[in-house]
């Protein structure tokens, strides 16, 4: 930017607190063409000030030295076109945790302010794009999801490709007579309307089914996906903007349980049989086709334990009590007993199970069901431990159902948590052979071979990655439905256990994400979480020098390569985090209002006092996502912290770049201390391992500054989630108290 105007806020304690006239001078000395003072600069009034300036053509580059990036957003959001902006947060990160009219403070906000002129000066502005992007929605899936997701995005207004594999639509729920009360009293079983619903779905005239096909191959990127499907009509292709996939899941392998009878009595089957049966009216025993006089339900088969599926499945209760219903609607005087661990009927399903237990010939009791035996030519014996019945009872049944969890229909579950498990494993290792193992099976946890769905044209692997479950969620509690690949959504049981109220939410939930992302597609711009985003990556590829790096190491598969491993940028994939700029040894990926010269620019803007005068300076380079939102409430609880930190907000940890490292040590910086988001699968990172990646490239720098002499100690990573605020001041403090105790960094004056 050329002509940088600087807009001074003396609002909030601003002005109370700091010489705002003496940052005025210090944005002129830092040659800035146009300068403002106001008392509320985000009221109407000071917001025309700004305007002004950028409508008459004196500035290019507006600075706003205010309140925290994150405070009215709405207030300062200016044409991204046409004008760069860039916020200081001298309220929260000077006013507010340090005491007023202070040297110190004042040496803060200076900083503060030279390092966002610093970085505004390399900012240029982004360039528009101009492609042309497909309306239409794929969906992936023909079940009560798939259906949903198909309905509310032809009710947008887009065509919608739904694709099934089976003959029919309707997936698990079109053989079931009877569902799960939705309305009031809730205590009633409701008839089964899939074939409405799929009915609705194939006289629309926006939605274009394909039944018994199967996707051949999808390439491209999000607004412009080639998609080639084979048909019983022959290949088909077409465009689509986005894609939902609501492939469902199916019931675990009860051949894993046979403690529990499973392939040593034709009478023990799972909750899938049993709804075959209720189906047609003909509930029998396997083993004699006589009717039989008990049924005894087993909860949990499988489910919850390590050696099988950890997780809940959500719905086998449910599943249940609607059986057990159905039994007694139709056979009011069989016995029906369901031994569980856990009743789980959240919400209004209480009210059903209630009603459930009212009815005669019901039991229900909380055990565990150690096994089961009976060769079929008997009643079968199950028995208990620690049940409400007592320890070590034995109860007889006719027919024994097993209610099995259920797996994603996505990747070979076992073959996956198999891999994850060894992944973790070579991940907490510290040598470089360790390393190497992780990222070798972490590529295998990308291909799984026979199982692929979408067949991707992706560097990074034919399908969706999935976690160590199986289900392809990008594990974004704040953005459901998100996948780790971009414009690419999960709906229904593939993308959680869940019921099929919950799975039709899921589709129109789904269906909302995936047309904001073909929106966001025709303006060029990013999608979660740094939404609405229009700064494409740049590559310099004339210095590339085909590491793969960047395309090993982004989490959502932007890049592929060609043959020679050089980058091949799909602009309309990435989220912006920059990982891929913090993997790039030479430098060579830059964002227009994002790069590594920039964040250098703000280290080498800040002062750095001589070693006698005993002021320390330390940056803290800080993920925007959570630690910059914790820093926030903790500057406006009036919590206060070491003077000698100068932030610097990241996208993402893992967009750090060890020439920052290298740049401050080099001007005598005394520490550097990195706040990111926690890592693992068990937290919500947005760039899911920004801060794993961060901790790994800093320990090659550690062994550097061991060889230079320099203490390993001024570097530090902390991770830290958005509602641990509080650590804020102890971080800092803690810190700053170690580089005390270190002393001046030994370059300093150099």
Known sequence: MQRIGVFLCSGCGIGEALDVAALERAASEEKAAHRAVHPCLCSPQGVATIRAAIDDGSVDGVLIAACSPRAKVEEFSFDPLKVAVERVSLREQAVWCQPPNHEDTQLLADDLLRMGIAKLAKMSLPVPFTAEISDTVLVVGGGVAGLEAARAAAAAGHPVVLVESSPTLGGRMSGLTHLLPECPPYDVLHPNRIAELVAKVQVDERVTVYTSARIQHIAGQPGQFAVTLTTP?????????????????????????????????????????????????????????????????????????????????????????????????????????????????????????????????????????????????????????????????????????????????????????????????????DSETQRRDAAALAEQLAHHEGTEILHLEYRQGPDMPVLKYGFPDSHFICFPYETRRTGIYAAGTVRAPMDPPQAAEDGWGAAMKAIQCIEAAKRGAAVHPRAGDLGMPDFFLQRCTQCKRCTEECPFGTLNEDVKGTPQLNPLRCRRCGICMGACPERIISFPDYGVDRISAMIKAMSVPEEFEEKPRIVALMCENDALPALDQAAAQRQQWSPWIRVIPLRCLGSMNIVWIADALSRGIDGLLLVGCKSGDDYQCHYVRGSQLAQTRLGNVQETLTRLALEPERIKVVELSHHEFSRIPQIFNEFSAEIEGLGANPMKGF
Not at 348 to 371: D, N
């Open 233 to 429: 009509q022959g290949e088909k292709s077409f465009m689509a903007g986005a894609i939902i996939q609501a492939t469902g899941a199916r019931p675990y392998d009860a051949g894993r349980l046979p403690h529990l009878g499973w392939g040593s009595s034709p009478n023990v089957i799972t909750s899938a049989q049993l709804d075959e049966m209720l189906a047609k009216g003909s509930l029998q025993r396997p083993g004699d086709g006589a009717l039989p006089k008990r049924v005894l339900f087993v909860q949990c088969a499988g489910s919850r334990d390590p050696q099988h599926l950890p997780y809940c499945s959500a719905e086998c209760c449910g599943t249940t009590l609607r059986q057990v219903a159905t039994i007694h609607q139709q056979h009011p005087d069989i016995e029906t007993a369901v031994v569980y661990r856990d009743m789980r009927t959240p919400g209004q399903l209480e009210r059903f199970y209630l009603a459930v237990q009212s009815q005669p010939h019901t039991m229900l009791t909380r055990g565990e069901v150690e096994r089961v035996s009976g060769n079929g030519r008997g009643p079968l014996q199950v028995h208990l431990r620690e049940s409400l019945l007592g320890n070590d009872i034995t109860l007889e049944a006719d027919l024994v159902v097993l209610a099995v969890g259920m797996v994603p229909n996505a990747a070979d579950g076992e073959a996956v948590r198999a891999l994850h498990d060894a992944k973790v494993r070579a991940e907490k290792g």
